[in-house]
């Protein structure tokens, strides 16, 4: 899939990014909308694009699927993980750093395989974060969820591993704003393949776990369920804390559940309030 860059009617932002759709066989089509520049990403198969203003720079983060591509800037063969390019000039987009897994491991399904998932917060707008920095947090593989300093896009430093040895991943939701990240994972002993973790981010070199969250019935010790697969965990979209709503869903095949959960009753810790600071 390659990244398309369109310019959207008279969106304050220049870019948005698009699908032409030539791929499952309809012609391309635009409303409001006309392509200005695209790019083959190596060729790697793409899922979640970010793109940010960094500086003076427009930098689009891109999650692939996993398998293994060439890298045309080091000519070295790389596990999907990563792309980061610099669309400043959507015309011309430039790749300017693959960031790859530990593996390119082709999982059933499609789902925890590369990196597909990236979430990007300026440190000036976390708790705890450095203000002259950006953070991104992405997914490796099926394995962990992990933090990287892409303050310079085109030589990112690690910053630290969220949580590993897990079973699946897959979304990630990052409150800038507080620091709080919900995380897909795939726990071991718990009774479906994954579940939504709570985490503290507001300090990327020290994340700290707030407490781990599914369907009731899913957690370890719960009688065997038939279909243990049925109510995967796809992971939350929140609404921060004004809003104070955060929306889960639960299943891609056949039967799933949608759930509507109260953010500040979520966030409990050992039973007493969990209140993230807020610069």
Not at 97 to 112: D, I, N, Q, R
Not at 116 to 135: E, H, N, R, T
């Amino acid at each position: 899939m390659n990244l398309a860059l369109c310019i959207a009617g008279i969106a304050t932002l220049p870019l948005a990014v698009a699908k032409d759709g030539a791929a499952d066989g309809h012609p391309a089509a635009s409303r409001n909308m006309r392509l200005v520049g695209a790019h083959d990403l190596q060729g790697r198969s793409a899922f979640q694009p970010v793109i940010v203003k960094q500086g003076n720079r427009w930098i689009a983060y891109v999650g692939h699927h996993g398998r293994n591509a060439m890298n045309s800037l080091t000519g070295e063969k790389e596990a999907n993980g990563t792309s980061v390019l610099d669309v400043t000039d959507p015309a011309r987009p430039r790749y300017i750093f693959h960031l790859p897994t530990s593996s390119g491991e082709v999982v059933a399904g499609g789902e925890g395989g590369g990196a597909q998932m990236v979430q990007i917060c300026a440190g000036k707008d976390l708790p705890k974060g450095d203000p002259s920095k950006f953070y991104m947090l992405r997914t490796d593989g099926r394995k962990a969820h992990e933090i990287w300093d892409v303050t310079q896009p085109e030589r990112p430093v690690k910053v630290s591993t969220v949580i590993d040895n897990l079973r699946s991943t897959h979304r990630q939701a990052w409150e800038c704003d507080t620091g709080i990240a919900y995380v897909n994972s795939g726990l071991r002993g718990w009774q479906v393949l994954r579940m939504t973790q709570v985490f503290d981010l507001s300090d990327p070199a020290k994340p700290v776990h707030i407490r781990d969250f599914a369907l009731p019935g899913q957690q370890p010790g719960a009688p065997k369920r038939e279909n243990p697969r049925l109510h995967d965990g796809h992971g939350a979209f929140s609404t921060g804390p004004k809003g104070n709503r955060l929306y889960f869903g639960y299943g891609n095949v056949g039967n799933g559940a949608f759930q509507i959960v109260d953010r500040k009753k979520l966030l409990l810790a050992r039973g007493r309030p969990y209140i993230p600071s807020i610069r």
